[in-house]
């Protein structure tokens, strides 16, 4: 092709296929380097670095609007990367972009698996970046094996919240009745933790009676269809339905709808997204819990950037500093209308200087 | 059902093959009443009316979505782009009807933009296809990521709610027990069954199907037709859009997850085969019902979770093993 190309320069007709070719090439190059980068002025400041799975998901979306908002209480440059959930590309991102600040660099990552997290932090270590990973690392990979570089882990345990979300089901049904459970993917640490905090909650309520558990991997869709089938099943049985996030809770809302009976029977989500908390205050949803992706996005990074500009040394730090659980906001009908205004109607107020503040304790492994 | 009269209308067109088809043609209805039989025997609540209202909400956007399929693949092509046009237009229309984001209310007149936009991306995928000679899967599966990546540059990651009393009466609204929507789905499957046994569209794409070499020798204008077929797969993959919008109640660029598989199953497991030429839109509705009661029947049966997607897989071997034909093939790829 490129051949074509350049015999078509040289004066040979160029074909309409191979000019259509090379907008193809040029388009494509444009793709590639998926590095949305401004250019380096301030190049004496750390760039910051949110590296994320997409953009497609309010999720990370929000995450991104925080790590924006950090940067630029700061003043340094602000790079975005995603890895559209490909590891491989996001790991050569994370490299490109050392490679690109010569290690002047703070990089706040959400690991597309866990095991990408150890090249990410090797990488990083040779180049002399600074690093803070949340969800996802293995569990034998800590941060204090590679001071100064691996500043921190930050991750939310799905257990006291999957419990929590129960609990506030529990309440809402009076302390007794059925309900069913939609879980997310089977093999995800999240999808388990969060099934292991309802069967908590279920023990401790025996007049409540688990119908059924189905996975619906994390999809509305599935969701709909799993809903639509128990209502079959089940019937009237059914008071109140726990769901592990809330695009799964927001459908069984949708199915309950068209069966007429939705706000009769309670459900829960966790993941605290813009229309969950509407459906809150609908009174079509009782619960979520917010993981406040704004604060993971802005906060991963003023942690990293802290520790690379020298306001502590990890090093120094208690371990309970650098693998630990962050704090979810649990929303109910009681708060889910200051949460709106705070959190959603206006941008986010953050002391990015509280870098401490939301930790929860040392993250446990078993 | 009254439909087994005309399951395979390609028996007439071939009289000499018609004793052998006859079994072949017939197993994927001889599956769906066995199933719903066994299913019935474990829990008799299948049988119920309400059960049967909940299969017919989940089976309308498969069922919309195989009628454009199944053109496509009647002509011996694929579409991966499923998922694109419906999330595509399932994202638009939020954004054009009434909705929680913007103060837009073009109420009808979205959903007839959305069709257009439907029709856009199937024609471009005719278009690319047939003009820059590429074949169809590599095509429709770019314009597959197109579709979800505009939609995702239209949203930047968001869920817009969609509050028109009109898009949500498909879902909502009932006439004789059953949504608007499965009403629009039976709707949809009448037009494609008009077009394809009264239409020369319809009779070309079998043409094309059966074998192209002898279509473009008598005059087929190839070319023309497989642009039109693929505009038509457009389109329907838009109404689903539209569908799947009114029923989850809001657009996001997530919407179309997982439903080209569906889509393609559905198809294949009511018999149209994917060398092109044999099959029906009537056999696709029997492919999406197979498909629908079995995912509803599990739930109602108690299969774990865990063992749910193994069954599906091992339903899909055994449709398509007793519905194909295998005298007439020399080679299976």
Known sequence: MVNKLISGALGKPIKRRDILKGAGLIGMAGVFPAIITRPAFAADKPTVVNSIRSLSNPYHATWNKGGAAFAKSVGADYVTLVTEGNSEKGIADIKAILAKTGGNAVINVDPNDSPDARPII???????????????????????????????????????????????????????????????????????????????????????????????????????????????????????????????????V??????????????????????AVEAIQKGELAGTVAWDPYWQGGMGLAIGYAAKTGVFDPAKEPKEHREFYGKGVIITDENANTYYAENIAAEPKMDWNDIWGRVTGQIQYD | MTLDASISPSQSAKPTARRRWRIAAWAPLIVLVLLCGLITLINPNFMTFGNMVRISQAAMIPLVLGLGATFIILMGSIDLSVEGG?????????????????????????????????????????????????????????????????????????????????????????????????????????????????????????????????????????????????????????????????????????????????????????????????????????????????????????????????????????????????????IVK
């Open chain 2, 86 to 330: 419906l999330t595509l237009s399932a994202v638009i229309l939020s954004m054009l009807v009434l909705n929680g984001a913007n103060s837009n209310a073009f109420g009808m007149f979205g959903i007839l933009i959305v069709l257009l936009v439907g029709a856009g991306v199937g024609f471009a995928n005719g278009v690319i296809h047939v003009r820059l000679k590429i074949p169809s899967f590599m095509v429709t599966l770019g314009m597959w990521f197109v579709g979800v990546g505009a939609a995702n540059a239209l949203l930047g990651g968001m869920a817009i709610r969609i509050n028109d009393p009109m898009i949500r009466s498909l879902a909502i609204e009932r006439f004789l027990g059953f949504p608007l929507g499965v009403w629009l789905a039976l709707f949809c499957l009448l037009i494609a069954l008009i077009i394809q046994n009264y239409t020369r569209l319809g009779r070309y794409i079998y043409a094309l199907g059966g074998g192209e070499d002898l279509a473009a020798l008598s005059g087929i204008p190839v070319g023309r037709v497989r642009i039109l077929a693929f505009t038509l797969a457009g389109v329907f993959y838009a109404v689903g859009g539209v569908l799947a919008a009114a029923q989850l109640g809001l657009g996001n660029a997530q919407i179309g997850t997982g439903r080209l598989f569906t889509t393609v199953t559905a198809v294949v497991v009511g018999g149209t085969a994917l060398s092109g030429g044999q099959g029906s839109v009537l056999q696709t509705l029997v492919g999406v019902l197979i498909v629908v009661v079995l995912s509803n029947g599990m739930v109602l049966m108690g299969v774990p979770p865990s063992v749910q997607i193994g069954v599906q897989g091992l339903m899909i071997i055994a449709a398509v093993a007793l519905s194909i034909d295998r005298k007439r093939m020399r």
């Open chain 1, 122 to 252: 090797d990488a990083a270590k040779a180049a002399g970046a600074y690093v803070v990973t949340q969800w996802n690392k293995p569990a034998d990979l800590h941060p204090w094996d590679y001071d100064p570089n691996y500043v921190a882990h930050i991750s939310f345990s799905g257990v006291p919240y999957g419990k929590a979300m129960a609990e506030t089901l529990i309440k809402k049904m009076g302390g007794k009745g059925g309900i069913v459970a939609l879980g997310g993917i089977e093999s995800n640490v999240p999808a388990i933790e969060r099934k292991k905090g309802l069967m908590e909650a279920l023990a401790a309520n025996p007049d409540v009676k688990l119908l059924d558990y189905q996975v619906a991997n994390w999809s509305a869709t599935e969701a709909l269809e799993k809903t639509n089938a128990w209502l079959t099943q089940f019937g009237d049985q059914i008071t109140g339905i726990w769901a592990a996030n809330d695009d799964m809770a927001l459908a069984a």
């Open chain 1, 254 to 275: 949708e199915a309950l709808r068209a069966d007429g009976r939705a706000g009769k029977v309670p459900v829960t989500g966790i993941d605290g997204i813009q229309l």
